[in-house]
């Protein structure tokens, strides 16, 4: 039994070597002349992958690669509905990637708890292409981790061939009796835990729980009223007029144009106070090929692919290169560039003081522990 259990022992050390959660060299993966392997992590809807005659942006990255280091490399894309079912799996240990896309306030947690790598710039030269106001941010202050990717506001989506526009007052709408059944929330806690305090003029970063409690209050007084909880489902409700109110991200609103049936009409309210949101690149600790995943992200930033993501995600870009591009611009049209864009040189200022932070550990527990009750009731 010694003898087994040592052996054991033996080939869990050496499976450990080999598939520790480090971080290593782009080229050791392929040392023997074999493919590369990039585990990308990101949210459904949020890389041009291709369709009707998109860019192709991880077919583009594998052709680029091989031809710019000699190397093939094969990238698996996975997707999450939202960032605790990210962080959950992440943190648990239960899944092991290489490039992950947060949004800021998970990245400051992940960062506070030893989750995430600091980043070899010299492995992303494209990093000059980041606009400066999108840099030195809250949750990344020292610029360490993160590579902005897009960012943008929360909203109120609504179709107009339902909905009054006397109505359209701002938060209030998403509990207006007269549209029971037929009202979306978000199904994560921080966005809706934010549109409740948002209403009641509370701080989205109190560290008081008695104004959770009104938040949570303002939730349970929803509930009635609510259609269901959806993150990605949002798309096909509101698109299909199943669901008259929603509330979602400023980019995924024009996305959401495109696939609205003939009979939907669906329009955009911006609340005079909502979160601005970043969600930024990054690798997290359990990387198995850090400078592969550096060279990814890189790769992002370039023209076709900074500027083709954006057209496919319809997110604003923190890259000056999309911003600048006239055929980006005159493909998503001044309307929607005064939606994306609004006063994009005092982003950093504005972002600082209402973006969502990260919660001390009792409030958090306190947030998750009122939302899954909001989610049960």
Same mark, same amino acid.
């Given at each position: 039994?010694?003898?087994?259990?040592?052996?054991?022992?033996?080939?869990?050390?050496?499976?450990?070597?080999?598939?520790?959660?480090?971080?290593?060299?782009?080229?050791?993966?392929?040392? =023997?002349?074999?493919?590369?392997?990039?585990?990308?992590?990101?949210?459904?809807?949020?890389? +041009?992958?291709?369709?009707?005659? +998109?860019?192709?942006?991880?077919?583009?990255?594998?052709?680029?690669?091989?031809?710019?280091?000699?190397?093939?490399?094969?990238?698996?894309?996975?997707?999450?509905?939202?960032?605790?079912?990210?962080?959950?799996?992440?943190?648990?240990?239960?899944?092991?990637?290489?490039?992950?896309?947060? +949004?800021?306030?998970?990245?400051?947690?992940?960062?506070?708890?030893?989750?995430?790598?600091?980043?070899?710039?010299?492995?992303?030269?494209?990093?000059?292409?980041?606009?400066?106001?999108?840099?030195?941010?809250?949750?990344?202050?020292? &610029?360490?981790?993160?590579?902005?990717?897009? $960012?943008?506001?929360?909203?109120?989506?609504?179709?107009?061939?339902? /909905?009054?526009? =006397?109505?359209?007052?701002?938060?209030?709408?998403?509990?207006?009796?007269?549209?029971?059944?037929?009202?979306?929330?978000?199904? &994560?806690?921080?966005?809706?835990?934010?549109?409740?305090?948002?209403?009641?003029?509370?701080?989205?970063?109190?560290?008081?729980?008695?104004?959770?409690?009104?938040?949570?209050?303002?939730?349970?007084?929803?509930?009635?009223?609510?259609?269901?909880?959806?993150?990605?489902?949002?798309?096909?409700?509101?698109?299909?007029?199943?669901?008259?109110?929603?509330?979602?991200?400023?980019?995924?609103?024009?996305?959401?144009?495109?696939?609205?049936?003939?009979? /939907?009409?669906?329009? $955009?309210?911006?609340?005079?106070?909502?979160?601005?949101?970043?969600?930024?690149?990054?690798?997290?600790?359990?990387?198995?090929?850090?400078?592969?995943?550096?060279?990814?992200?890189?790769?992002?930033?370039?023209?076709?692919?900074?500027?083709? &993501?954006?057209?496919?995600?319809?997110?604003?870009?923190?890259?000056?290169?999309?911003?600048?591009?006239?055929?980006?611009?005159?493909?998503?049209?001044?309307?929607?560039?005064?939606?994306?864009?609004?006063?994009?040189?005092?982003?950093?200022?504005?972002?600082?003081?209402?973006? $969502?932070?990260?919660?001390?550990?009792?409030?958090?527990?306190?947030?998750?522990?009122?939302?899954? &009750?909001?989610?049960?009731?």
């Amino acid at each position: 039994m010694k003898k087994t259990l040592s052996l054991l022992l033996l080939i869990a050390l050496l499976c450990g070597l080999l598939t520790g959660c480090g971080g290593g060299k782009a080229e050791s993966a392929g040392a =023997a002349g074999g493919t590369l392997t990039l585990n990308v992590y990101n949210w459904g809807e949020y890389i +041009s992958d291709g369709s009707e005659d +998109s860019y192709d942006t991880i077919a583009e990255f594998e052709r680029w690669y091989q031809e710019t280091y000699g190397q093939k490399v094969k990238v698996n894309y996975d997707t999450y509905a939202s960032n605790e079912d990210m962080y959950a799996k992440l943190s648990a240990g239960a899944v092991s990637y290489d490039v992950i896309i947060p +949004s800021d306030y998970m990245i400051a947690r992940m960062a506070d708890e030893g989750l995430l790598l600091e980043l070899d710039f010299d492995n992303i030269p494209n990093y000059v292409n980041i606009d400066e106001t999108f840099r030195s941010l809250y949750y990344d202050p020292d &610029n360490k981790y993160t590579v902005p990717y897009v $960012f943008g506001a929360i909203g109120i989506l609504y179709d107009a061939n339902q /909905v009054d526009p =006397a109505d359209v007052t701002g938060w209030d709408l998403l509990w207006n009796e007269k549209y029971a059944g037929s009202i979306l929330q978000f199904n &994560n806690p921080r966005d809706a835990f934010g549109t409740a305090m948002y209403r009641l003029g509370i701080d989205v970063n109190s560290t008081d729980k008695s104004d959770w409690d009104k938040a949570y209050d303002a939730l349970m007084e929803q509930r009635p009223l609510r259609y269901g909880l959806v993150m990605d489902e949002i798309y096909n409700l509101m698109g299909s007029g199943e669901a008259a109110i929603g509330v979602y991200y400023t980019g995924d609103y024009f996305f959401m144009l495109d696939g609205q049936s003939g009979d /939907v009409d669906l329009r $955009f309210c911006a609340p005079e106070h909502t979160n601005l949101y970043v969600d930024a690149m990054c690798i997290p600790k359990c990387c198995q090929n850090k400078e592969l995943a550096e060279r990814f992200i890189n790769f992002m930033l370039e023209h076709d692919a900074a500027v083709a &993501n954006a057209l496919y995600t319809c997110d604003a870009s923190p890259n000056r290169l999309v911003y600048t591009d006239e055929a980006y611009r005159e493909e998503m049209g001044e309307e929607a560039l005064e939606i994306l864009y609004p006063d994009r040189r005092e982003f950093a200022e504005t972002y600082n003081k209402v973006a $969502f932070r990260n919660l001390p550990p009792e409030i958090l527990e306190y947030m998750n522990t009122l939302w899954e &009750n909001v989610k049960i009731s």
